[in-house]
């Protein structure tokens, strides 16, 4: 039988356990790799109907990359929203919220993301809010999307005053009065992400099919989406994504997943990972994991850690109970559905790990832990032992790195971001990027890894534990098939036969054999010539 397409010239299959696997060609038919080999041998199958691609000199090909946490709907979505990532000052960001408030009219709510307040030195408040926008229901997520800044008329909407107790797994941030200040911690947040209307179903589509664009045009092929960060108890978002996935509108591969509040809904409905979603294709649309939070974030001082922040500031939030977090993972198992953690700090992981090591066996995909910032070094051989796969996002290191300093002393460099030891100690890693938390690009965090610095930080700061480098061939399998392996996918992000034809061809400056420092950093800004997704060109530029 003919090929449908032979691409020629240098191209990485990630085959095996280690090394880039280079062959001279890959031929493909009905949208998969059918072979992979020398040149000539493939040479013989083609046919004048084959259509061919052949690398420029310095060119390779490689898999295309999987985000292993990515979430959609909310990066999608976020294009249109008020923007602080930015704004150097509060002032700087009070007049965005200011220009915000004009372009929209009231009711219409103003959301948006990226206030720091250690770039700022200060925390913002509601105070600051009704300077700029008097009376307007405001809604912004912090940087790391775990603490809100509110409104009064959001608090308002919502019922926080001073006589609002805690919630469980949150922090209501107050004057000396018992006054809600406006700032909303881990859970306290959802009080008021509650109010807010959801976009229409149609708006969010509109906003998916531009989002899997842009994707492709950096390289990505495929998506594990760990839930959207609004509630979604009946799982709307999986029938979107069915919908589209029917009317071939999706660009890239989806793994998605529902979070607690969707559990329910999806052991009715008899969604089980790795399986379809509705009457979908599963190469394309699958069902992903339950995503469950063990603790909150580095940045807003709620990571669940053992031994407390370095000044005293206590050992953070566990945000569901350890006994939570393990009869939800086994309930969910029962119905065959796998289980992802966010565990940040090395009390939350530890904890985390406890919870998915009973339902490790069965698992239809690989239980995850997310994020893994801060791990005891005691906890690193235990992912192996278990079965349960490392999900990291190594560009979090570009903004964390001061403040782990900081806040974590001695243990920020032994313990901290630690993806060699955790492969050395045979743990699969999967590498994404948490977006919209940060870019949707993975090069820059693909690059971080193997160079354990950013251009950002400047030359005079050091890298941050240069031990913990992984080499670049480490960096790019993690980003590929270590994302495949942790839904036991013994074929995806490779180019063996059988894999799905999902390929990138990048350029000639970044040359793969360059394993030094020196080229790593060209990774951080490479583009792909063209991205194949199921044996077709879905990108070129
Ligand atoms: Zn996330």
């Known amino acids: 039988m003919p090929l449908d397409m032979l691409v020629s010239g240098r191209v990485a299959t990630f085959a095996g356990d280690a090394g880039f696997g280079w062959a001279e060609a890959i031929g493909i038919r009905d949208g998969k790799v059918a072979f992979a080999g020398s040149a000539v041998d493939l040479e013989s199958r083609a046919d004048p109907h084959t259509r061919r691609i052949e690398l420029e000199p310095g060119e390779i090909a490689l898999p295309g990359i999987i985000d292993a946490h990515i979430h959609l709907v909310d990066t999608a979505l976020a294009v ?89 797994g949150g922090v209501i941030r107050r004057a000396a009065d018992g006054s809600p200040d406006g700032v909303l911690l881990e859970n306290a947040s959802g009080l008021v992400i509650d109010q807010i209307p959801q976009p229409e179903a149609e708006d969010i589509r509109r906003a998916l099919i531009v989002l899997g664009r842009r994707l492709l045009e950096v390289g990505v092929v495929g998506a594990h989406e760990p839930g959207s960060l609004a509630a979604d108890p009946s799982n709307r978002i999986l029938d979107l994504y069915a919908d589209m996935a029917g009317a071939g509108e999706l660009a890239l591969r989806i793994r998605a997943g529902v979070q607690d509040d969707g559990l329910d809904n999806a052991i009715e409905r008899g969604l089980r990972s790795g399986a379809a979603i ?79 090591a009973p339902t490790a066996g069965a698992a239809t995909h690989m239980p995850r832990l997310e994020h893994i910032q801060l791990c005891h070094p005691d906890d690193r051989r235990r992912f192996a032992g278990l079965g349960v796969a490392a999900s990291v996002q190594p560009i979090h290191l570009r903004e964390d790195a001061a403040t782990a300093r900081r806040d974590w002393g001695a243990r920020a460099e032994s313990g901290g971001y630690t993806w060699k030891s955790l492969l050395d100690a045979g743990a699969v890693v999967a590498f994404g990027t948490d977006a919209p938390v940060v870019p949707i690009d993975p090069w820059p965090g693909i690059a971080l890894a193997v160079l354990r610095h950013d251009p950002t930080w400047g030359t005079e700061v050091p890298p941050y534990g240069p031990h913990e480098a992984v080499t670049l061939e480490q960096s790019l399998r993690a980003a590929t098939v270590g994302v495949a392996t942790t839904a036991r996918d013994r074929l995806g992000g490779r180019l063996v036969p059988g894999s799905p034809a999902d390929l990138i061809v990048l350029p000639a400056a970044p040359r793969a054999s360059d394993d030094g420092a020196e080229r790593a950093a060209a990774w951080a800004e490479v583009r792909p010539r063209l991205t194949m997704v199921g044996g077709e060109v879905a990108f070129e530029r």
Do not use: C
């Open 278 to 356: 509705g009457g979908s294709d599963a190469t394309w649309l699958a069902m992903g994991w339950l995503k469950l939070f063990a603790d909150g974030t580095l940045g807003s001082r709620t990571a669940a850690l053992l031994e407390p922040l370095e000044g005293g500031g206590g050992t953070g939030i566990l945000t569901t109970p350890p006994e939570a977090l393990a009869s939800l993972a086994a309930r969910a198992a029962d119905a065959g559905i796998t289980t992802q953690i966010h565990a940040i700090g090395d009390a939350a992981v530890r904890a985390a790990l406890d919870a998915v």
């Open 80 to 168: 249109d929203h008020v923007d602080l990532s930015t704004a150097p000052t509060l002032e700087a960001a009070m007049a965005i919220v200011r220009a915000a408030a004009e372009r929209v009219a009231a009711p219409e709510w103003l959301v948006g993301f990226g206030w720091d307040q250690r770039r700022w030195g200060v925390y913002p408040s509601a105070d600051d809010l009704e300077r700029v926008a008097p009376g307007r229901l405001v809604s912004l997520w912090s940087f790391d999307h775990h603490s809100l800044l509110a409104s009064r008329a959001a608090m308002a909407a919502a019922s926080i005053d001073a006589s609002t107790p805690e919630p469980a």
